[in-house]
């Protein structure tokens, strides 16, 4: 028998014994028996009324091992103290917290408590420093609240509406010298199957012709011809990379193999390799092996700048629970393309097929590169047949 039938327990006889004697203090003081656990319940059911949470963190997307300070304030406006209040809630292993009174690690969680202490219609404000050590996105949308139990007993437990959440970026690795340069005119000679178009510097018009993009019209020729002009722009001989990542299955039956940790360094290098093209300012596009949307394996467009490299980083960070597809299709899209690309495969896995896929992207004039993150550290393995593929690693 708990706390709270005890008390009806008590209240039934109070009442009983009022019913015969005719006593009124016996009526009242049994009815406070019934009474009691009926205001709990009432206060626990509308106690989120007047409980407020409000969690603040100085920092949303992070690198690994970056501390980010919370601020956790609880607001109570009601007339009701609450002392001896408790907030608890849940984290993922990997990240560790300072400033909680209490933290422990089990079943592959963090659990945090904080004890508060509020009075009536004031605020409490505590600060937490919590440190995320692995890539993905830390979700927070409820924090248990523990009030001081009317009854010694037991406790109530109340949830707590949050809305937080961080993103962790993969931690780049350490890349073997990789020179981008190879892609760049010789001289002023351009190659004609790198040939694109620098939007940067326009040389001149020409009419409009069909297919033409609707941003590239120049208005001003265009009403002083009376038709449609198409701005003509410099040549370049710099085009986009093609950057592809082979993600393996997360457990392989056959050879009794995981290879998550694999998996996050290939993840760890393709993070890498945006950093550094971000640096150099050039434009890729990514192909990952994995399915995306229904689709048969993840295809980013190719851009640059900024926004590009925020958009492939949270979408690495985001990366869990994925399925994988082969690499075949992949490459042999990428050899059907009729200009002739720069393509950087990032793989910890060089089986035949994957060389003879290279062999074929080679003698259809392909410049090609193999990142091999099988190790700890990536290597850059050598290719005769490319002049991207002739550099070292080391």
């Not at 509020?118 to 993905?136: D, N, Y």
């Not at 590239?216 to 370049?236: D, M, P, Y």
């Not at 690495?316 to 002739?340: F, V």
Request: positive net charge; contains cysteine; proline residues 7%.
């Amino acid at each position: 028998m708990n706390t709270k039938q005890t008390f009806h327990v008590i209240g039934f006889l109070l009442l009983l014994f009022a019913l015969f004697s005719g006593s009124w203090f016996l009526w009242l003081f049994g009815g406070l028996f019934f009474f009691m656990p009926a205001a709990q319940n009432w206060w626990l059911a509308n106690m989120r009324r007047w409980v407020d949470l409000e969690w603040i963190a100085d920092q949303t997307r992070v690198m690994p091992g970056t501390p980010v300070q919370i601020t956790v304030r609880l607001h109570n406006r009601s007339w009701l103290p609450l002392p001896a209040t408790w907030l608890r809630l849940t984290l993922p292993e990997h990240v560790t917290v300072e400033g909680a009174d209490e933290v422990k690690v089990s079943n592959q969680r963090t659990a945090v408590r904080l004890r508060l202490d509020l009075p009536m219609r004031q605020s409490v404000e505590r600060i937490l420093t919590i440190t995320p050590h692995k890539r993905g996105v830390i979700w927070l949308t409820d924090v248990q609240s523990e009030t001081l139990p009317l009854f010694a007993e037991e406790g109530s437990s109340i949830p707590l509406k949050v809305s937080f959440s961080m993103l962790v970026y993969p931690l780049p690795l350490p890349l073997p010298p990789i020179s981008l340069a190879d892609t760049e005119p010789d001289g002023s000679r351009l190659s004609r199957q790198r040939r694109l178009e620098d939007v940067t510097f326009q040389r001149g018009v020409r009419p409009y012709v069909p297919g033409d993009r609707f941003k590239h019209i120049n208005w001003k020729a265009t009403a002083k011809t009376g038709s449609l002009a198409t701005r003509v722009f410099e040549h370049t001989a710099r085009p986009d990379w093609r950057v592809v990542g082979h993600i393996l299955p997360s457990y392989e039956p056959l050879q009794q193999r995981h290879n998550d940790a694999v998996n996050e360094r290939t993840i760890s290098c393709l993070a890498a390799l945006s950093v550094l093209f971000r640096k150099q300012s050039l434009g890729y596009e990514l192909f990952m092996s994995v399915k995306q949307r229904g689709r048969a394996h993840l295809h980013m467009p190719a851009g640059s700048g900024k926004n590009h490299h925020l958009h492939v980083m949270t979408q690495l960070a985001q990366m869990h629970h994925y399925i994988t597809t082969p690499i075949a299709p992949i490459l042999r899209r990428l050899e059907e393309s009729p200009s002739k690309e720069a393509i950087l495969l990032i793989t910890p896995r060089l089986d035949e097929d994957t060389e003879q896929a290279i062999d074929r992207l080679l003698r259809r004039g392909h410049k090609v590169a193999v990142l091999d993150v099988s190790g700890e550290q990536p290597v850059l393995r050598r290719n005769e047949a490319s002049r991207i593929g002739r550099l070292i690693a080391r």
